[in-house]
């Protein structure tokens, strides 16, 4: 299953969509060059948060925890009962507890995120891909060792049917209309803490409509 380019079949849902996020850990952060690793880990707390709201599953891996480190903070604390699936395969897509793990969900747009693009991402990316999965790998949460090295990932990644897109985006498109207004409070919340300006102006209307009318 290619992801479709145009049309709404081209856009995510919270009920076809799966969340996989590779190896956020101190290891990989500590080469991470191609963005600033605070915004990396802002969004990809912010991206596993969006998908909690939705009901979006996810499936979280380490590689060599031991040496690597865990899984970092943010993230876990989002999932705080799922213990990630630590592998030695640097393709998390060769490991059967992933790919069983994503299969037992039944949904076929597969959302991904992890350190390094160029390795940990495209790998599983590209993998998948012929596995008949849609592939929808959210740039901003991901990162490599270099401008370049994502970069090449990015293109490489493309060429093959993947779709590229930040996460932002990815809750713009679940969410796809205000008057759902079950999971408006949740995403208030989350662009509240990782949103940037966003979560400014939220602060400030929220702070209008706490604000007394004048007598």
Known sequence: MSAKKTGLDALLTPEESVLLLID?????FANLNSHEPAMVVNNTVGLAKTARAFGIPTILTTVVEGRGGHLIQGV???FPDQQPINRTLINTWEDRRV?????ATGRKKLIM???WTEIC???PALHALDDGYAVYVVTDASGGVSPEAHDMAVRRMVQAGVVPITWLAVQGELQRDWAR?????ALVEVNALHGGGTGVAYAWETQLLDTPAPA
């Open 24 to 28: 956020h850990q101190p290891f990989q």
């Open 76 to 78: 876990q604390d989002v």
């Open 99 to 103: 790919v069983d793990a994503v299969k």
């Open 113 to 115: 995120a992890g350190l």
């Open 121 to 123: 991402v495209a790998m």
């Open 181 to 185: 207004e079950a999971t408006v409070p």
